[in-house]
């Protein structure tokens, strides 16, 4: 699906994965799950592209529903993985914190569901991966820069490409509870550290990306700042 020129999005409003199509190659942000792996082929198509333009896969953090196809990826047709080196560890299989109480809907059931047919509960780990830390300019299609939003995951990141107008936030806010299906920018469940993962959102605004771009729900394309003043009034509402 292409959502703007040169910025493409496969998955759905559940989960979702983004291409970032430019002369130097394609970059892949987050791997969904392992049944995206067909979709990733088609819209590759459609773009006049194949797999040997992908050129890199940016991880926003290591959780199962974001690293679905990334190891096959890697293995089978030489692209790097680049995840942030605190979560290194949780994209390899290692352990994370346990969750907190979250408040359960029926929209749990339709994730679920749809994890399921997308090959969510045979999760391949990473074995390798590239690692990153916040500011880094990376050597990719679109240049991207590494913003570091500590919270949802101790290594969780944004990803600014200033040529498609858009941050990819992952699993730092998200515009669709996977669990309520409450709609609108809004804190994430499952989040390690719930207050630090809404104070580290202020590191996006400086950005003025139109397109807000997060793992679970739809696109926003009104503005960092508004989808940051969202998540901080909904996080204060609760």
Do not use: C
């Amino acid at each position: 699906m292409e959502l703007a020129p040169s910025l493409h999005r496969i998955g759905n409003d559940i989960v979702a994965v983004y291409l970032v199509d430019t002369t130097d190659g394609v970059l892949v942000i987050d791997a969904g799950l392992a049944g995206h792996w067909q979709e990733l082929l088609v819209e590759l198509g459609s773009m006049g592209r194949s797999l040997a333009d992908v050129k890199g896969l940016i991880l926003t953090h290591g959780d199962s529903d974001h690293i679905g196809f990334a190891e096959r990826l890697r293995r089978d047709h030489g692209v790097p993985i680049y995840i942030h080196s605190a979560d290194a560890s949780r994209a390899k299989g290692g352990p994370r914190p346990k969750a907190g109480k979250q408040s359960m809907g029926l929209a749990l059931l339709g994730f679920l569901g749809y994890s399921m047919r997308k090959g969510g509960l045979r999760t391949t780990w990473l074995t390798e991966v590239v690692e990153v830390a916040d500011g880094d300019v990376l050597d990719l299609p679109g240049s991207p820069r590494i913003i570091g939003l500590p919270g949802h995951s101790e290594g969780s990141i944004a990803i600014h490409v200033p040529s498609v107008d858009a941050v990819f936030v992952g699993d730092a806010l998200t515009t669709r509870h996977v669990l309520t299906g409450e709609r609108g920018p809004q804190p994430a469940p499952f989040t390690d550290e719930p207050d630090e993962a809404v104070a580290s959102l202020r590191a996006l605004v400086t950005t003025g990306a139109t397109w807000v771009l997060p793992g679970h729900g739809a696109p926003w394309n009104a503005g960092v700042e508004a989808a940051v003043s969202a998540v901080e009034k909904a996080a204060a509402g609760r």
